[in-house]
Structure formats: C-alpha cells, structure tokens
C-alpha cells in the first residue's frame, strides 16, 4: 500500500520546524528571495547554468536542515509525467522552442525527429522542474502558513494604500491554498484507498502504468470535487460566524521584524540571482 501513500510525498503545503536559519528568516524578505530565485530558474537555459541552480538548491536544503529526501519527496508522484514530457520533448522536435540553429540531428523517422537541441530542452526543462519544485517546497516547509500570509500583506501594502489593491484577500487565498493541499491529498488518498478495498484497480505500484492509473482516477475526481466544494462552504460559514472582516482598517495580532541578517540573505540571494542570470555560460 506504499504507493497509494500521497500525503507523505506532498511537501508544498507542509510545514517542518527545525530551527533553521531560513525558518527564522523574516517571510517578507524570503518571499522576495524566492520571486528572484525563481526568475533565475525561468531564464536559465545552459546546461551549467541549471548545474549551479542546482548545486544552489542543495545548498539551500543543507541550510534548511530538513532532510532531502523529504524535500525531494515531492518529485514521486510527478515523475510518470516528467519523464512522459522529457520523452515528448525529446522525440518531437520543434525548431520554434529550441531555436533550430546548431543543432545536430541524431535520430530521424517520419515524424519523430530527435536532434541535440531537443534533448537539452528536455534536459533543461527537467532540471527547471526539480528546482522550483524545491524551491516551492522549501518555502512552505520553512515558513508558517500564517508567516507566508502576512509576508504577502506587507509586500502588497503600498499597492492596497495608494491604488486600492487588495492585498489582504489575496494573502488570505494564498493561505487557504496551501493550508488545504495536505488536505485534498489526504482526502484523495482516502478515496483511492477505499476504490482499491473494493476490488478496484489502480494501475499498481508500477509507475509506467500512469495511463491506466489515470482512467481509475477519473471516478474519483466527482467525490473529491463535491468534498472540497463542502469543506469551502464550511470555511464560508465558519468565517461569517466568527465575524471575520478583511480588508482596510483590520489589525494584526503579529507585526513583522526584520533584522540585518535578512538582509544579508535577500542580497546574497539576488547576487546569487543575477549572476546565474549574467554569467555567459559556454554550454
């Protein structure tokens, strides 16, 4: 039953505690950190550009103190489509996403069409997959919930005073989005658990049977839907019981603090950053 077992591979969401000089990093700061990260991860497209992320990546699971095969835990259940994508990729070749100048052709039968640029498409796309998948699930792993909520406040702040923008309500929906996706992980693992109790077949624990995997999914999509449209309706009238009032005017039980460490590590992260960016990578 290992393979039916989703939550223990859903890391985005989750929330380990262990005292970490990222834990205790000012959420404002991080989330900054983060954005520029992620850019560097978006527009690096050399195969040593993606191995410095990459080494950057392990560096950051080192600083976290969170074991990394928990952080890498949630590669598991994408990997069936990360490999099927790699594949396509690979097979296929389109002049327009991999530019079509140097590439040397190294397989060719009527529409499959593999050349060098092909393969460092997939290669790359790959190893983005893998660092924003950890850089998403070290965020979530390291900061609270709530940290994240008023991280996203502050940031969006000055947008709320001079143009009206909503910056409570869209840090509120953030933190239900995460709060939640544990939940909705659990809740499927429940479902599929009692679909296999009755005989059903779930494609097994071999994971090159996602075809078949994924036409047993679909019966369960209707429960997990009309769950998740009662758990909203409950969040809605919990909310209103309590008298729950967002937007201008609401105070705020915690103030965030910054301190000259949180600067040092946004500066070293945008330094990081650009120059991933910068760096005239050879291959």
């Known amino acids: 039953m290992e393979s039916l077992e989703l939550r223990r591979h859903v890391t985005i969401g989750q929330y380990v505690p262990t005292g970490s000089p990222l834990h205790r990093m000012d959420p404002r700061f991080k989330l900054v950190a983060f954005v520029a990260l992620v850019v560097a991860v978006t527009f690096t497209g050399s195969y040593l550009g993606n191995v410095a992320l990459l080494a950057l990546m392990g ?49 060719r039968a009527w529409f499959v069409h593999s050349t060098t640029c092909s393969v460092k498409l997939a290669i790359v796309s790959a190893a983005r997959f893998v660092e924003l998948l950890v850089l998403t699930s070290l965020l979530t792993l390291t900061t609270t ?9 502050h940031l969006f702040a000055p947008l709320q005073r001079r143009f009206g923008f909503p910056a409570h309500e869209l840090a509120l929906t953030l933190t239900i989005t995460l709060r939640f996706v544990p939940t909705f992980a659990e809740e499927l693992e429940r479902l599929i658990k009692a679909q296999v109790s009755r005989g059903a077949d779930m494609g ?56 000259p460490h949180d600067a040092v590590a946004l500066l070293l992260a945008l330094l990081a950053a650009a120059a991933i960016l910068t760096v005239p990578w050879p291959w």
Do not use: D, K, N
């Not at 758990?231 to 019981?241: G, H, I, K, S, Y």
């Open 145 to 153: 919930t709530t940290g994240l909520a008023h991280g996203v406040e």
């Open 59 to 107: 560096g950051l699971i080192l600083l976290s103190r969170v074991p990394a095969r928990y952080v890498l835990g949630g590669l598991r259940p994408a990997l069936p489509v990360l490999l099927l994508l790699a594949a396509l990729q690979v097979l296929l070749y389109t002049p327009e996403f991999t530019g079509g100048e140097g590439c040397v052709t190294l397989f």
């Open 204 to 259: 097994g624990a071999s994971w090159w049977r996602a075809l078949r995997r994924a036409r047993a999914l679909l019966p369960i999509m209707v429960p997990l839907l009309l769950g998740a449209l009662r758990r909203a309706e409950m969040l809605v009238l919990a909310m209103e019981a309590r008298g729950y009032v967002g937007g201008r005017g609401r105070t705020r039980l915690v103030e965030l603090r910054s301190t």
